[in-house]
């Protein structure tokens, strides 16, 4: 208890807000400093725990998720979530690790769409594209956080406000995302928005997943299954067509569970424009704002899974392409091409200009509300 207070008093925490806290809150979360920016800010990171023993470190900077602790098969923990160990590489030599992405996840054509007539420009930050909300997306900001525990579950609340212009675009819109771990094993992330001008938006987290542990080397033995008749073809930039192919006879099929190597290396143009896998698959719903099944990963080797359930449209499955042994990750570890994949629940790629794309479009008065659930688990 004594150690509890010193490291929620060195992170900022006001004795008061500690009394307040009860006894379930601190057996559920604790918070410490992670370390400082070069620029002397202080980033925290807070452990979200469960009852079972599995734990979630996720920092106030980008919202991102620093590392998933969970026991495979034989009781051996270990961190299935790529990272950092120093907070200054998240802004520097991170492709997006762990992070909130926002105003709008996924590319955006040239950096320009149109809403009401008015045209507006982004960075462009990929080729001629703007990927993952611009320069300084959601995934560089400091979040204003709360930590707190409901029904049982550690709970962390981020907020963020984002200027109008912000990275070009339009209407000044306040964001809260709230992170939840329960005993079942499942974090819950829900995002909200609302704007005072219209504007589009399309959130996600970015966490790059090795379900064997961070370290552990190639995913291409994982197993996956992706709810999803549909995917978006893209072209040599990866922006989408506009066409919604069906994914039988392609392979991009993974409407029954396969090895993530199995097709990868097929002579195909669509793996050859994203190295691999790295295209949005149209996830089949029952309705439009209910959470359903997208995507399933198991690794035989640990037997663990992740099943990823969302209300969103899409999902991206990126399958860490663009990972090539430069960046010196936790522990000293080189992550290498194929090393992870990401599972980035979303609306399409480049709505904002394909008409025929679910909307992204937020107006004042709305309220964007979507929710994504990771659920860890093994399979014995
Ligand atoms: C994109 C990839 C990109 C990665 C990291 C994914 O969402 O689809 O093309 O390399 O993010 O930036």
New binding site residues.
Partial sequence: MIKFLLIILTAGFSLQQILAMNNEEIERMEVKRFGLLDDGRTVKVYTLKNKIGNSIEILDLGGIIKSINVADHNGEFSDIALGFNNPQQYLTDS??MGAL?GRY???IAKGKFTIDEVEYSLPVN?FENT??GGIIGFDKRIWESSASTVDNEAQLELSLISKDGDQGYPGTISTIVTYRFDDQNKLTITYLATTDKTTVINLTN?TYFNLDGHNSGSILDHEVMINASHYTPVDNT?IPTGEIAAVKGTPMDFQTSKPIGRDISIDDPQLSF?LGF??NWVLNKSDENTINLAATVYSPKTGKFINVYTDQPGI?F?TG??LDGSIKGKNGTFYNHRNAF?L?TQHF?NSPNQHNFPTTELRPGEQYKTTTIFEFGIKK
Wanted: with cysteine.
């Fill in positions: 492709p997006y992405i996840a996924n590319r990929n990927l993952h970015h990866l994203g790295d295209h991206q990126y392409n663009f990401c980035e790629p």
